[in-house]
Structures are given as structure tokens and as C-alpha cells.
């Protein structure tokens, strides 16, 4: 992975929301937010950021010289492409260390006196909004790392013949392909681990004790979940879970089952295990292409909801 960073140009702060900000020659953050500044509370939206890139391409459409602090930006910076980053990403220096939060706002138009001031505001657009995971001091000159947010998936087939080589596993790596093409084209980072296991309680209990430790975003797996004696993925992962989430598997059983009726014979389950989300998937091509396309509407959501960020 590249290593990126941005440099802080500016520090700035204001005492009331929707109004420009002053420069100041540091701030101080806390868990809140910014010491004094009208943005710090107990939410997502604690420090604002925007970069010198967003700020000189809107200065050119306004014909005239954008200052510090004018879009109401706690942190003005330079080196990256903010408006590019996700949430989850982080910012670290030697002190301090931000998670993104929000990627632009909503614009309030003539009710912002930002708006009312400079006729326009590029923070609903390019702007982006950070919590602060370690606070401390931030001045003009301080360089922030860029570390990305790697989405870490681990799937894993649950068949004996697979197991042993008997026949191809064909329902993990179709897993592995949506994945892939589901994250084709959009800046997250992802990383996929697949293994094959025999249906076996021991082998399926180390792998959920690694991955709830481990705190993996995503375990999927597939196989093992029907009526037969060594249908045991189900039983299995059910007693690991923290939540059940019924829904998703209640509606892709009533969607396809309206149509083959054997569908409604799955025993799938799904659930957050501490910080995983955890599906189970019948064994077939055709079962996993249904159930994931199902699950990947939601995913997201669910990741950015089970880190108290508001994604709506």
C-alpha cells in the first residue's frame, strides 16, 4: 500500500456553528473534539477537515483568494484528496490520531451565514468529518499519516469431500469474485482469506474463536447448512454470536423460496460476533450468487452502524 500523509497549512476555530473560523496558531483536541470550538461534542462530526486541493478549485470558480478557515474548517490541509477517503480511515501523527467519520454534509444554503458570506460552501461536497480516537496538540507544520481502513473478509467452506480433494470448492472462490467486484472501482481496501475445512465442529469453533479475538470485519461461510447428521455450521455459529440479525435470512428464504420452495429447507443464520459480522451460506453456486447479493446491499451499513457511525 502507498504511503500517503498530509501536512496541516492551518488550524482554525470558531465559537458558533454555520460560521467561519479564525486561524489560530494551535488547537487542542480532546475526546470531544476541539478544546473551545463549536463543532466538539459527544458525535461523529467532532473535527472538520478540508483540503488546500478542494479550497483552490473553488477559489477559481469564485475568482478571488479563499482564506483559512472560510468553509468553517477546523484543520485545513495539503497532500491528499480528502473528499477520496472513506469512513473508517484514520489520520495518525506522533500525537494525535482521527478516524473519518463523514464524507461532506448537508448544505444549509442561506440559513449559513458561510453560505450567506461567500455565496457558496464546498464543505458540503469535499469537506470531511473526523472523531478523534487520541487527542492532543495540532499545529501549522504537523504531518498526519494516511492509513486507510482494509476491510478484512474470511471465508470459509465447509465440506468433507472438499476437504479432502475429492472435488473442487467452487462456492468459496464465488464468494471471493463478488467481493472483489463488489469493491471494484471504489477506494476501500480489502483483503480476503478463504480456507477449506470437513464439516467439523472443532475446526469451525477455532476459526470463529480467531476471528471474533482477531476482531474481523467479515466471516462468511458456506456449506453446512441444511438437516443432514453433518449440517452442523448453523448450531455452530449461532452459539457464538452477541446478536442475531433475522432478517436478512428470513427475507432471501421467503424471496427464493417464493419460487423453490426447497430454499426454505436453510438453515442459514446471521449475526455480530463482538466486532464480526457473521453469514452463513448453503453450499451451492447458485445458493451463495443469491444470498450474496442480498447481503452486500447491507453490509456496509451494518459495519458503519456497529461503529456508531450515522451513514444515512
Not at 184 to 196: A, F
Not at 213 to 225: A, C, K, N, S, Y
Amino acid at each position: 500500500m502507498e504511503n500517503k500523509s498530509i501536512e496541516v497549512i492551518s488550524v482554525n476555530l470558531s465559537e458558533k456553528k454555520g460560521t467561519v473560523k479564525t486561524p489560530a496558531e494551535e488547537i487542542m483536541l480532546g475526546m470531544e473534539g476541539v478544546n473551545n470550538d463549536a463543532h466538539s461534542g459527544p458525535w461523529n462530526r467532532q473535527v472538520s477537515l478540508l483540503g488546500i486541493e478542494s479550497v483552490g478549485r473553488f477559489s477559481e470558480k469564485a475568482g478571488r483568494k479563499i482564506n483559512f478557515g472560510e468553509f468553517a474548517e477546523n484543520i485545513t490541509t495539503k497532500g491528499l484528496e480528502l473528499v477520496n477517503t472513506l469512513p473508517l480511515d484514520r489520520f495518525v501523527s506522533d500525537s494525535v490520531e482521527l478516524e473519518v467519520t463523514q464524507i461532506g454534509k448537508e448544505c444549509h444554503g442561506n440559513t449559513c451565514a458561510i453560505f450567506r458570506e461567500v455565496g457558496n460552501c464546498v464543505m458540503p461536497k469535499e469537506g470531511i468529518f473526523a472523531r478523534v480516537i487520541r487527542g492532543g496538540r495540532v499545529r501549522p507544520g504537523d504531518r498526519f499519516a494516511y492509513r486507510p481502513r482494509v476491510l478484512r473478509f474470511f471465508i470459509v467452506t465447509l465440506s468433507d469431500r472438499a476437504s479432502r480433494g475429492e472435488y473442487e470448492d467452487k462456492s468459496g472462490p464465488q464468494i471471493a469474485s463478488m467481493i472483489e467486484k463488489h469493491f471494484s472501482g471504489t477506494n476501500r481496501n480489502i483483503d480476503i482469506e478463504h480456507r477449506v475445512i470437513p464439516d467439523d465442529e472443532a475446526k469451525l469453533t477455532g476459526i470463529l474463536n480467531q476471528c471474533r479475538e482477531e476482531e474481523t470485519d467479515f466471516l462468511i461461510t458456506t456449506g453446512g447448512t441444511g438437516v443432514g447428521p453433518r449440517d452442523i455450521t448453523p448450531d455452530v455459529v449461532r452459539s457464538f454470536l452477541d446478536r442475531d440479525i433475522p432478517g436478512i435470512m428470513e427475507h432471501i428464504r421467503v424471496k427464493y423460496g417464493s419460487e423453490k420452495p426447497n430454499a426454505l429447507l436453510s438453515r442459514g443464520v446471521a449475526g455480530i460476533m463482538r466486532k464480526t459480522q457473521v453469514y452463513t451460506l448453503p453450499g451451492s453456486v447458485k445458493a451463495v450468487r443469491e444470498y450474496m447479493t442480498e447481503i452486500m446491499k447491507t453490509m456496509e451499513h451494518l459495519l458503519y452502524m456497529q461503529h456508531s457511525i450515522d451513514a444515512h
